[in-house]
């Protein structure tokens, strides 16, 4: 089993440009989220799913948009990148709702907005 | 919001010292998770505590969770070179992990 994996591993946009992270899991698990993570600070919750066709907001939401068509795919987009989004962003899913249950984590995507 | 607090930011340690980091929640917490992360990898689930009062071992390393629920520690006794990273504490908030931001284990050369 690959687990979780996410697609690039790495990114560059100017300012304005739009992309999609895509996460992959083989787990079966319900439930997937989108973090980021920036130097000295923990992990930020984007945006969640608990399930097929569901998503909702998590910490920090704005300027970001996810779709979960698939259960084993939850997709994170940026419609308009700005500076202030250069992050690493990690995708993790977990067997149920956490902080129940551990979650699994994917390598990340590092995003550099210039 | 709720908040999850970790200190130290840093801890530097010579290879077979101790470690420790602590956190702290402004809330009661229905359990606490701890991961670690390597440098340049994604957090790996280590241990969940749910009770008041918990102790769990694992191998080297020692997880409380604090009687009031509100605080949690973990500690690494003898460090070595293989424990290098990043620590996080994780409580839960509304169905959501609110993370600490963690503490980085530094051995000295």
């Known amino acids: 089993n690959a687990g979780v994996t996410q697609t690039p591993k790495f990114r560059v946009l100017k300012t304005g440009q739009s992309m999609t992270l895509l996460c992959a899991q083989d787990m079966n698990h319900e439930y997937m989220y989108w973090y980021r993570q920036d130097p000295g600070m923990g992990l930020r919750l984007i945006h969640y799913?608990?399930?097929?066709?569901?998503?909702a907001k998590g910490e920090v939401p704005d300027g970001y948009n996810v779709s979960r068509l698939k259960k084993q795919n939850f997709l994170l987009g940026l419609e308009s990148a700005a500076p202030s989004q250069t992050s690493v962003y990690f995708c993790?899913?977990?067997?149920?709702?956490?902080?129940?249950?551990?979650?699994?984590f994917g390598p990340g995507t590092r995003l550099t907005v210039t | 919001g709720q908040q999850v607090m970790q200190i130290p930011q840093y801890q530097h340690v010579q290879e077979g010292e101790d470690f420790t980091t602590y956190c702290n929640s402004s809330?009661?917490?229905?359990?606490i998770q701890w991961y670690k992360q390597r440098p340049g990898g994604h957090p790996v689930f280590l241990i969940q505590?749910?009770?008041s009062g918990e102790v769990k071992k694992q191998k080297r390393l020692t997880f409380q969770f604090g009687e009031a629920k509100k605080n949690s520690s973990l500690h690494i006794t003898a460090t070595q070179t293989t424990d290098v990273g990043t620590y996080f504490c994780?409580?839960?908030?509304?169905?959501?992990?609110?993370w600490g931001a963690g503490t980085k284990l530094i051995i000295k050369p």
């Open positions: 505590l749910v009770k």
């Open positions: 809330t009661t917490l229905s359990n």
């Open positions: 799913s608990v399930g097929e066709g569901t998503t």
């Open positions: 993790a899913s977990s067997y149920a709702l956490s902080p129940h249950y551990e979650q699994y």
């Open positions: 994780a409580g839960d908030s509304n169905y959501q992990l609110i």
